[in-house]
């Protein structure tokens, strides 16, 4: 389908109408009375990346970089299409900067295991944020620990958003990188990702974001962003899972060592030892995941067919109209997040425990996500043993606010009775 | 789809609120901490045993309605019972929420495993199974651990 197509097929006021888009999502033909609110988690397939994984291994499969043969070649040519996809999505300046990892977690456990260790010495500082996800906090404890270097933790403010002042406070000279998300998973609270990105850097330090919730959301641009490192999943932006995405600076890749070794990331290898490949191949030891990462060159054409300012748009009043609704609900609490909250409301509702309540959401075919959100420690700082969260798609539109709004009236009183 | 009247029985919201025996033991001759990592429950179970006997049963903690009304009919149906008699009623209890084939009770316990019918409408929802097990799983290891007994987890 065509740019012009996708949107021309579903019209609507922010530039396409999600009802309607529902039809590109087969998940929505075989449950229809879904009300799918937990895109967060994971988000659901257009129709266009299943036939594109399953067309991939029809008619054009075999391994890649290796066979001299026509159809290895051609899978080798569609491989690295996808990552000049992905090159172009996050506007990077070299399509060697684009590592294709498992996902965000296997990508900052990466940049741990080779830069950090190759760089890092005991003393140095890392600064995380009280917004993170446990990806992006336990493989900085693993390398704290084997290195003797100190992990800092830059607070929320009353608002829930990053304290900046504190945040800046927490930087030091020794601070050797800030790695922080661009968006919270569990509150929907938008980092101020370019004024940290200029404070670290003025430091000295390195940056490396984590674009989970952020790149299915909004535009991402490495270049005028700044940043060292960028990360995202495939499966959060409407891609296949198993497929993710390490952008890293080309002069920061090329110093730092392989951190798998195998098969694809060598040039020669003898039993005394082995050269190693230029990136990003350095970091790809092994046989890739090849139609995940041309399913997610798919989900980036679906993206961009739909424009993502429109997507944003979309977010945004969707966001404000489920903050509105939500709102009026009878002892329910939205947990704060910050100055902009966008595509996730995460919310308390007095009584009754999120793990009840989303059972009787599911009662209703309401599909939110109840628990930490793999953010125990934001979920201690905020005094909460959990919440429960509904996070938008594009497939999402006001019905599916009012589903879930009049499911949680439901939940309410059978928890009152 | 099972109505979710017979998961949140009366019974199951008065003890999700009002939990019987929710407290500490001074001292207690076995304790265990249960810690369910997918929703962050936790839950530390108290005994206090005279020989063979469960002369005192307690639990602090938070919890889901269903795993705290299941700790709190736990320590109910617990109390004055011996340790064979508590493992008999968890081994009856577990086959029934999980589906599995229940062994024959002892007729003296026959009116305690009737007072824990209203949890096994978790069969229904696998998913909430761990809720009514957990604090279960957790006096099973205060009991093989004694007094500090190790966190056992359920995922």
Redo the contacts between chains.
């Keep these: 389908m065509t740019v012009a197509t996708l949107r021309s097929v579903y019209p609507g006021p922010g530039g396409f109408d999600p009802r309607r888009l529902r039809r590109e999502f087969p998940i929505f033909a075989s449950n229809p009375d879904l009300v799918f609110l937990d895109s967060g988690a994971s988000a659901q397939k257009p129709r266009s990346v299943i036939d594109r994984v399953a067309d991939y291994y029809r008619t054009d499969y075999a391994n890649v970089h290796r066979g001299v043969y026509r159809l290895s070649a051609r899978s080798t040519e569609l491989f690295e299409e996808a990552r000049e996809k992905v090159r172009c999505f996050l506007n990077a300046a070299d399509r060697r900067e684009i590592v294709f990892v498992r996902g965000a977690t296997e990508a900052i456990n990466l940049v741990a295991q080779s830069w950090g260790t190759a760089f890092l010495k005991a003393g140095d500082e890392i600064v995380i944020s009280e917004l993170e996800h446990h990806s992006n906090i336990v493989p900085w404890q693993m390398l704290r620990d084997r290195l003797g270097i100190r992990l800092m933790v830059a607070p929320i403010d009353a608002t829930g958003g990053l304290d900046l002042a504190a945040f800046e406070a927490r930087l030091s000279p020794r601070t050797r990188l800030v790695a922080i998300t661009h968006l919270a998973n569990a509150t929907g609270a938008l980092v101020p990702i370019e004024t940290v990105t200029r404070l670290a850097h003025r430091r000295g330090a390195k940056v490396l974001i984590d674009g989970c919730q952020a790149a299915p959301r909004l535009a991402v641009d490495v270049q005028a962003l700044d940043c060292d490192f960028y990360t995202f999943s495939g499966h959060k932006t409407y891609g296949p899972t198993g497929i993710g995405v390490l952008y890293g600076r080309y002069e920061l890749l090329s110093a730092m060592p392989p951190w798998q070794g195998g098969g694809e990331m060598i040039l020669s290898v003898t039993f005394e030892r082995s050269e190693f490949q230029d990136p990003p191949h350095r970091f790809e030891a092994g046989t890739p995941d090849i139609s995940g990462a041309i399913g997610l060159g798919t989900a980036i054409d679906f993206i961009e067919e739909l424009g993502r300012d429109n997507i944003l748009e979309h977010e945004e009043a969707l966001t404000g109209y489920g903050v509105d609704r939500l709102s009026r609900i009878p002892g329910l609490r939205l947990v704060e997040a910050g100055q902009r909250r966008l595509g996730i409301l995460s919310f308390d509702l007095e009584?009754?425990?999120?793990?009840?309540l989303a059972?009787?959401l599911d009662?209703y075919h309401v599909a939110v996500r109840?628990?930490?959100h793999c953010a125990?420690p934001l979920?201690e700082r905020l005094g909460l043993?959990?919440t429960t969260r509904a996070s938008l798609g594009v497939y999402n539109d006001e019905p599916d606010i009012d589903a879930l709004a009049a499911a949680l009236e439901a939940g309410r009183e059978?928890?009152a009775? | 789809m099972m109505d979710l009247r017979e998961l949140y029985q009366d019974i199951i919201l008065d003890h999700g609120r009002h939990p019987r025996n929710f407290r500490t033991i001074e001292h207690p001759t076995h304790c265990a901490q249960g810690h369910n990592p997918l929703c962050g429950d936790r839950v530390t179970v108290y005994l206090a045993l005279d020989g063979d006997r469960i002369i005192d049963v307690s639990f602090q903690g938070r919890g889901c309605a269903i795993s705290t009304a299941a700790a709190s009919l736990m320590t109910e149906v617990l109390k004055g019972k011996t340790v064979a008699e508590a493992q008999a009623l968890f081994g009856q209890f577990h086959a029934r929420v999980t589906g599995g084939e229940p062994a024959a009770l002892p007729e003296a316990l026959a009116e305690e495993a009737e007072r824990l019918d209203p949890l096994t409408g978790v069969k229904a929802f696998p998913a909430r199974v761990k809720c009514a097990t957990l604090s279960w799983h957790a006096l099973e290891a205060a009991l093989k651990g004694g007094g500090a007994g190790p966190a056992v987890k359920t995922e």
């Design positions: 009584g009754v425990h999120p793990h009840d059972q009787v009662q109840a628990g930490h125990q979920m043993a959990g059978m928890f009775r």
